[in-house]
């Protein structure tokens, strides 16, 4: 297996590189307790494999496996919990009440995602999307409380990114799992000693700049020592990363409210990578270059971009 592929991180917490779309793009996250094995997020059906192999490297069988929690259905996170069902007989699903449908009946998810990558790339990048069983997987709700072998994890409601998005809070480690509502945080874009560079996933269909800022000052007034992001890995919890973070979402608004109905998604593009470039640039440390930059951002730059095309198309409908 590639070394960087699993990482022990703190407390029982292994960090699993899916491969997802590139190396340490995505992570899934393996929590550890008495012998048995809990994931958060999965991956697509293409990061399976990783996941069985970082079990095997741990000594742990499928079997040990008792849950699989979404933190949401987006199918880079949750596409593949249905194969790696298959392979955990004793694993159960946990996911947002609104998102539990969409996992026993994947259709609209698969068709969502097709309309946006195109067939070749949707195959490319998520594989096989497989439906869950009814009785293999259970609701989520605000508050409620997951027991993973005594280990208590606290379930959040956190929209922004998303309606159906939970972050999922670990005393023991004092971390918080949060999927995709405190930003991506390429490990390419850090400066060891300095604090974190987040930058927000305003991905459509879902973002809403009001709710997702709500949702980082819930997450912040639990003082956690780390998050535990999905693009990618840990990071102390900082609050100057933080307020950065969320002046980024107050401008992607900014940006949304002066769009002209006209305009397509791609003259945000261009924005969005100034305002990126220019908020890491602000970090201290040293910088990667500019073309660097924009590539390794690339695949983040279009998807953000329709966020906010969707978000202020909304706007303009509900103001109508």
Same mark, same amino acid.
Not at 159 to 178: E, L, Q, T, W
Not at 231 to 255: E, K, M, N, T
């Given at each position: 297996?590639?070394?960087?592929?699993?990482?022990?991180?703190?407390?029982?917490?292994?960090?699993?590189?899916?491969?997802?779309?590139?190396?340490?793009?995505?992570?899934?996250?393996?929590?550890?307790?008495?012998?048995?094995?809990?994931?958060?997020?999965?991956?697509?059906?293409?990061?399976?494999?990783?996941?069985?192999?970082?079990? @095997?490297?741990?000594?742990?069988?499928?079997?040990?496996?008792?849950?699989?929690?979404?933190?949401?259905?987006?199918?880079?996170?949750?596409?593949?919990?249905?194969?790696?069902?298959?392979?955990?007989?004793?694993?159960?699903?946990?996911?947002?009440?609104?998102?539990?449908?969409?996992?026993?009946?994947?259709?609209?998810?698969?068709?969502?995602?097709?309309?946006?990558?195109?067939?070749?790339?949707?195959?490319?990048?998520?594989?096989?999307?497989?439906?869950?069983?009814?009785?293999?997987?259970?609701?989520? @709700?605000?508050?409620?409380?997951?027991?993973?072998?005594?280990?208590?994890?606290?379930?959040?409601?956190?929209?922004?990114?998303?309606?159906?998005?939970?972050?999922?809070?670990?005393?023991?480690?004092?971390?918080?799992?949060?999927?995709?509502?405190?930003?991506?945080?390429?490990?390419?874009?850090?400066? *060891?000693?300095?604090?974190?560079?987040?930058?927000?996933?305003?991905?459509?269909?879902?973002?809403?700049?009001?709710?997702?800022?709500?949702?980082?000052?819930?997450?912040? *007034?639990?003082?956690?020592?780390?998050?535990?992001?999905?693009?990618?890995?840990?990071?102390?919890?900082?609050?100057?990363?933080?307020?950065?973070?969320?002046?980024?979402?107050?401008?992607?608004?900014?940006?949304?409210?002066?769009?002209?109905?006209?305009?397509?998604?791609?003259?945000?593009?261009?924005?969005?990578?100034?305002?990126?470039?220019?908020?890491?640039?602000?970090?201290?440390?040293?910088?990667?270059?500019?073309?660097?930059?924009?590539?390794?951002?690339?695949?983040?730059?279009?998807?953000?971009?329709?966020?906010?095309?969707?978000?202020?198309?909304?706007?303009?409908?509900?103001?109508?």
């Amino acid at each position: 297996m590639d070394t960087r592929a699993i990482r022990e991180i703190a407390d029982d917490i292994i960090v699993i590189d899916t491969h997802f779309h590139r190396e340490r793009f995505c992570a899934s996250y393996l929590l550890l307790e008495n012998g048995k094995a809990a994931f958060v997020d999965v991956g697509s059906a293409v990061s399976i494999p990783y996941l069985l192999r970082a079990l @095997e490297e741990l000594n742990l069988d499928t079997a040990d496996v008792t849950h699989i929690i979404l933190t949401h259905i987006h199918l880079d996170h949750a596409g593949g919990a249905g194969l790696l069902l298959e392979h955990c007989p004793n694993a159960h699903l946990w996911v947002h009440s609104k998102g539990l449908k969409h996992m026993i009946n994947p259709e609209k998810l698969i068709n969502a995602s097709r309309s946006v990558y195109g067939e070749a790339r949707f195959s490319r990048m998520y594989g096989r999307v497989t439906a869950i069983p009814f009785e293999k997987a259970s609701p989520m @709700e605000d508050g409620m409380i997951i027991d993973f072998e005594g280990r208590r994890l606290q379930v959040m409601d956190t929209p922004g990114h998303a309606r159906h998005h939970f972050c999922i809070r670990d005393p023991k480690s004092n971390g918080i799992f949060v999927g995709d509502t405190m930003g991506m945080a390429y490990p390419e874009l850090q400066e *060891a000693g300095q604090p974190p560079f987040q930058i927000p996933i305003t991905s459509p269909a879902a973002f809403d700049p009001h709710a997702l800022e709500k949702s980082i000052n819930r997450l912040q *007034a639990m003082q956690p020592s780390y998050y535990y992001i999905a693009h990618f890995g840990p990071i102390p919890a900082h609050p100057g990363s933080v307020q950065s973070l969320i002046s980024l979402i107050r401008q992607h608004r900014d940006i949304g409210r002066i769009m002209d109905k006209g305009l397509d998604h791609a003259a945000i593009v261009p924005q969005l990578r100034d305002l990126y470039y220019q908020a890491y640039c602000s970090q201290p440390g040293t910088k990667r270059g500019r073309a660097e930059f924009d590539h390794i951002l690339e695949f983040d730059l279009d998807l953000n971009a329709q966020g906010v095309a969707v978000w202020a198309a909304r706007q303009r409908t509900s103001a109508a």
